[in-house]
């Protein structure tokens, strides 16, 4: 896998998220919304809603806000979501995939192609991109006060069952197949502390962000999180230091 370390992103845009608090449980709620109606209300037999109640636990979100979440799932007045990815590029040739789940699909789709454009980016066809990105397995454990060193996490990691294992001074980043994903930190979870646990979009490649395009670039992000229908934003963008 590339030498590049993706807790630099997660790290970058925390505090921004942070301030989006509201709109991030809207956006838990829908997916928990989705699991349960897919897969069934009982997260011992729904795998993804058990990712998806991890997540919203990860975030903070109330206990209530997650129960309401699932019930509405199986009341007959509940929205019909759907799943749509978008794929575009943004300043400086950055690939963009957009996860969105709405019940409007002309709605979102005229959201995200206006962010788009008006912040020096183009939505692309779909295929145009997507290709450039692996689903992966994401966890991070932080090296602070951790008296562990990296011949004892690669055993760890590898006896869990991860694919690969990346180390800087701050952090042990662990590397998963989808599949293995909720076993892999189930069992790191037994020994650490993890900060991120998440199934992610991870760029084949990053692009280097000029620093003349930087502001554009984040606007541009920023607007796309800010879409009351978009989930997920995964870009190949690195920023400059």
């Not at 845009?13 to 608090?21: L, P």
């Not at 990860?58 to 978008?86: C, H, L, V």
């Amino acid at each position: 896998m590339s030498g590049h370390s993706k807790w630099n992103n997660i790290q970058g845009r925390k505090n921004a998220q942070d301030a989006k608090r509201g709109k991030i449980f809207q956006r838990l709620s829908r997916e928990i919304y989705m699991a349960a109606k897919s897969g069934g209300p009982d997260p011992d037999a729904n795998p993804q809603l058990r990712l998806m109640i991890d997540k919203a636990r990860a975030a903070n979100m109330p206990k209530d806000n997650i129960k309401r979440a699932i019930d509405k799932s199986s009341g007959s007045d509940g929205a019909n979501y759907e799943e749509i990815t978008y794929e575009g590029y943004g300043p400086a040739g950055v690939a963009i995939l957009v996860e969105a789940l709405t019940d409007n699909r002309n709605r979102t789709a005229s959201a995200v192609r206006a962010d788009f454009t008006r912040n020096g980016g183009n939505l692309g066809e779909t295929g145009s991109v997507n290709f450039m990105f692996d689903r992966k397995g994401y966890i991070a454990i932080p090296r602070e006060n951790l008296d562990v060193d990296e011949d004892q996490m690669f055993e760890d990691v590898i006896n869990a069952g991860a694919e690969d294992l990346q180390t800087s001074d701050e952090v042990f980043e662990v590397y998963t197949d989808p599949k293995d994903f909720a076993n892999v930190r189930d069992e790191l979870q037994k020994k650490y502390e993890l900060d991120t646990a998440e199934l992610t979009m991870i760029p084949q490649n990053y692009v280097p962000v000029p620093e003349d395009k930087v502001e554009q670039f984040e606007r541009l992000i920023d607007r796309l999180e800010d879409e009351d229908d978009v989930s997920e934003v995964f870009h190949s963008g690195e920023l400059p230091e």
